[in-house]
């Protein structure tokens, strides 16, 4: 139904409170719609063209692509490193050798046959008179050069890390709903505006070419008071009267205009528009609302702003969790192989490979300090929240 009364209760409740509910009714197939503007096409430029929304998808889409890195944690890190390695090492060297000059002689003596064992004796002095000019440490020294180039490839795969990874995944995907949701909010503000400037246009037409019709009849009944004045069936008080009533008519009409004006260029800003034309879409009065708990139960399962802020939760939630991981060990499997075996020294393995645990005794930074501050965050969250859907309940009846 038309709106035939600007001043109608209506349009302000349907302002406030109706606009995300008759997008839809607004953005139907135009095919019978007229050359000028209709609601739908509207709201398709305006979303063309809105840097917000630009801005927002860029958010979103950056959000898949932390999804994307998150993901990638849980599988292998290989690194390929080459250097030129240029250095001595010095190597000193030293055994004892009194224990072995004992084992010998020990050997020989007793593996002299049998038959001669009168001349036992005699052998084991001579052995150690000869092991008495053996000296009794052996010194090796030599220097070692250890330039060349190295080359390896090297992996580290995480198999635990106590929930930082899976963490780390879950708030990226949390952030991935928060742009969303901030996206579909834009999106709402926007067809907001929208519907008021659009329909802000019509009504300011409405109301110039309502004054433009007074200022008509204002007009007449002035020209009719002169002619009676002249004629002498009314005083002069009466016809001045009249000229009054068409002055305030005619200054009326112009802020009527000015209004429309400046309606119409607010509209084509939105649009980024030179100018604006004729708009199809016409006012409307909407009857047999909904009761009000049916509309407050939409507005909480479907706000935006509610979306993101349990988004936000969810990652204040992750939060805490990769800050309790700091308390768990992390297992991890390496391995190293190197292509260059030439120049290795004799510590350089030619491959390695093996599992590994990694568990922090004492942290120089406070890991329960971190615990409570991610807390904080959660808490915060949900006063938000709380906050959001009384405001949003509020709203609604208004």
């Known amino acids: 139904m038309l709106a035939t009364d600007p001043n109608s209760e209506h349009f302000p409740i349907m302002k406030l409170r109706l606009i995300p509910a008759l997008i839809m009714a607004l953005t139907m197939p135009l095919a019978a719609q007229a050359d000028g503007l209709a609601f739908g096409q509207a709201r398709a430029l305006m979303q063309e063209r809105a840097d917000v929304l630009k801005m927002s998808a860029a958010d979103i889409e950056n959000q898949r692509y932390q999804i994307k890195d998150a993901d990638a944690l849980n599988g292998p890190k290989i690194t390929l490193n080459a250097k030129q390695v240029e250095g001595r090492k010095d190597i000193n060297l030293a055994y004892g050798l009194d224990g072995v000059k004992s084992n010998v002689i020990s050997g020989i003596v007793g593996h002299i046959p049998p038959i001669l064992d009168g001349l036992k004796p005699t052998i084991s002095g001579a052995l150690q008179g000869v092991a008495q000019r053996i000296p009794n440490e052996l010194k090796i020294a030599f220097e070692e050069d250890i330039s060349g180039p190295r080359a390896s490839v090297e992996m580290m795969w995480p198999l635990y890390t106590g929930g930082a990874i899976s963490a780390k995944q879950t708030a990226a995907r949390a952030g991935l709903r928060k742009a969303q949701a901030e996206h579909d909010g834009a999106i709402e503000k926007l067809d907001a505006q929208l519907a008021q400037k659009y329909f802000g246009v019509q009504l300011a037409r409405s109301v110039e070419k309502l004054r433009s019709d007074m200022l008509t009849q204002q007009e007449r009944d002035l020209h009719r008071a002169k002619r009676f004045e002249k004629a002498g069936m009314i005083a002069k008080i009466e016809r001045m009267s009249a000229q009054v009533n068409r002055d305030t008519a005619h200054r009326e009409l112009i802020g009527a205009q000015t209004d429309r004006k400046i309606a119409e260029t607010e509209l084509a800003d939105l649009l980024r ?44 939630l992750q939060g805490v969790r990769a800050a309790k991981s700091a308390y768990h060990p992390q297992v991890y499997l390496f391995g190293q192989y190197n292509f260059i075996k030439h120049y290795l020294t004799i510590s350089e393995p030619d491959w390695v490979a093996g599992i590994g645990v990694n568990f922090t005794l004492w942290d120089n ?31 609604v009846e208004i």
């Open 273 to 316: 528009e030179e100018n604006v034309g004729a708009l199809d879409t016409p006012m409307f009065v909407v009857k047999n609302l909904e009761p009000l708990i049916e509309w407050q139960t939409k507005a909480l399962n479907h706000n935006p702003v509610l979306k993101a802020i349990e988004a936000q939760r969810d990652q204040a």
């Open 365 to 395: 930074r406070d890991r329960s300090a971190r615990v409570g501050s991610a807390q904080s965050l959660v808490n915060k969250v949900d006063a938000a929240q709380g906050t959001a859907r009384h405001e949003i309940k509020k709203l």
